[in-house]
């Protein structure tokens, strides 16, 4: 297999995968190393292709796999992070990321790929284990979060749902 095929066996796997995949991973399933694994998704960036590195592994942008995507504002503390995120997953909904705005740094976004109680579970769990504080920390509670679905009925769902519970801000 050359290095163009490899590439589009990358995609192929990324774009049927519903989870990250880990570089290891593709690396075993290539007959590759990591190393090659970390060039050609570099290269498939370059040709514009949205892969997005996160800590449970490579995935393929949303927009690139017909899914929908919104951003919501929303608003709340700590002690009620892990109901804002049922909220949103219990609804059909994936939350990509968390972003704040910072008034010296500009935008500042982590990567989180929730889609189910358990891997809120998960989240909730490495927050209290690393004594971390959350972004949203930051700005008073205030933050974005893109979340992803496959339809935009469900992203209004999950907004309806986010509003009656008062996370939403407009």
Do not use: C
């Not at 592994?57 to 892990?82: C, M, N, P, Q």
């Not at 989180?112 to 209290?128: A, G, P, Q």
């Not at 893109?146 to 469900?154: C, L």
Request: hydrophobic letters at 35%; glycine letters at 6%; zero cysteines.
């Amino acid at each position: 297999m050359n290095s163009a095929e490899r590439r589009d066996k990358i995609l192929e796997i990324l774009k049927t995968e519903e989870e990250p995949v880990k570089g290891n991973r593709l690396a075993d399933i290539l007959g590759v190393t990591r190393q090659i694994i970390v060039q050609d998704i570099a290269i498939l960036r370059a040709e514009g292709i949205k892969i997005l590195s996160t800590p449970q592994g490579y995935i393929l942008s949303s927009s690139d796999k017909g899914k929908y995507t919104k951003v919501i504002a929303s608003k709340h503390y700590f002690d009620r992070t892990e109901e804002e995120l049922n909220t949103i997953v219990d609804n059909g909904g994936k939350v990509l990321d968390v972003i704040v705005e910072h008034p010296i740094y500009g935008e500042i976004r982590g990567l989180l790929m929730i889609s189910s109680r358990y891997d809120v579970e998960r989240f909730m769990e490495s927050v209290k284990n690393a004594k971390a504080t959350l972004l949203s920390s930051l700005t008073e509670g205030v933050h974005l979060h893109t979340v992803e679905a496959d339809s935009k009925e469900v992203l209004d769902r999950i907004e309806k749902k986010l509003k009656e519970k008062g996370f939403f801000v407009e």
